[in-house]
C-alpha cells in the first residue's frame, strides 16, 4: 500500500490564483481529513469527509472547498488565494472499526502564497 | 469539547539525557492519545498511541508515555536522548463523536538536542 499520498509537494501561487490539491488513499478508508499547520503551530482541521458524497467544515473552512466523489480521493480546492494561505497542507485518512482512532497522513503539501 | 496543552514550546537537553515533554489533555469523552514526531520540513511520524488498554504505553525510538487520568496527562520520555531525536513533537487527543474521528493538536514542543 501506498498510504495516503499528496501531490504537488510544492507550489507557489500569486494572490487571485486558484488551485487543487490532490490527496488519494488506497486504504480504502472511509473518512478523510485535510489540516494546514501554519508556521510553529499545531494542525487545525479545514474539512473533512465520511465517505463518498459527504463533507463538513472543520475549524478554518474559510476560502477552501472540498468535494468526494470516491472514497480514495478527497481533493481541497483553494479559489482566490491570499497570503494568509500560505502553510503546510496535510491530508489524512482513518477508518471506522479501527479501535485506537488513529490518523494516517499524507507527506503535506507546502503552499506559498506571494 | 477537547483540547491539549503542551506545557514547554521548547525543550534542550544534552545528548544522553533524560527527555521529558509534557502534555495536558481536556475531554469530554474517553479520548485516544497520541505523540506525533515532526523532523524539518517532514511529515507526521506516529511515536506512540494510547487506547485506554494499558496506562503505560512504549512506542518507537525507545519513547514511552504514562496516561494518568487522575492528572489528565500523557507526558512523553525517554532515558537517553539522541542527536537524531530533535524534531518538533505533537501531543494529540482524538474523539470520536459518533460522527467522525477528530484530532486535536497540541502547539508542539521543539526538542533541541546538544552536544
Known amino acids: 500500500n501506498a498510504g495516503v499520498t499528496q501531490t504537488p509537494k510544492f507550489r507557489i501561487l500569486k494572490i487571485g490564483q486558484s488551485m487543487t490539491l490532490q490527496c488519494t488513499q488506497d486504504m480504502n478508508h472511509n473518512y478523510m481529513y485535510w489540516y494546514r499547520q501554519d508556521p510553529g503551530m499545531g494542525l487545525k482541521l479545514i474539512y473533512y469527509?465520511?465517505?463518498?458524497?459527504?463533507?463538513d467544515k472543520g475549524e478554518v473552512p474559510n476560502g477552501y472547498n472540498v468535494s468526494r466523489s470516491t472514497t480514495e480521493d478527497f481533493p481541497l480546492r483553494l479559489e482566490l488565494a491570499a497570503p494568509s494561505q500560505t502553510s503546510v497542507y496535510f491530508c489524512?485518512?482513518?477508518?471506522?472499526?479501527?479501535?485506537?482512532?488513529?490518523?494516517?497522513f499524507g507527506p503535506g503539501t507546502r503552499l506559498t502564497v506571494t | 469539547a477537547q483540547s491539549v496543552t503542551q506545557l514547554d514550546s521548547h525543550v534542550s537537553v544534552s545528548e544522553g539525557t533524560p527527555v521529558l515533554l509534557r502534555c495536558n489533555y481536556s475531554?469530554?469523552?474517553?479520548?485516544?492519545l497520541f505523540w506525533y514526531v515532526q523532523h524539518p520540513n517532514k511529515g507526521l511520524q506516529l511515536l506512540l498511541k494510547?487506547?485506554?488498554?494499558?496506562?503505560l504505553v512504549k512506542g518507537i525510538n525507545g519513547f514511552e508515555a504514562e496516561f494518568k487520568k487522575s492528572e489528565t496527562s500523557f507526558h512523553l520520555t525517554k532515558p537517553s536522548a539522541h542527536m537524531s531525536d530533535a524534531a518538533e513533537y505533537f501531543c494529540v487527543v482524538s474523539v470520536y463523536t459518533g460522527t467522525a474521528s477528530k484530532l486535536t493538536f497540541g502547539t508542539g514542543t521543539r526538542l533541541q538536542v546538544t552536544l
Open positions: 475531554s469530554s469523552y474517553s479520548p485516544s
Open positions: 489524512a485518512s482513518w477508518v471506522t472499526g479501527l479501535s485506537s482512532y488513529e490518523q494516517y
Open positions: 494510547y487506547t485506554s488498554a494499558a496506562t
Open positions: 469527509s465520511v465517505g463518498a458524497g459527504i463533507t
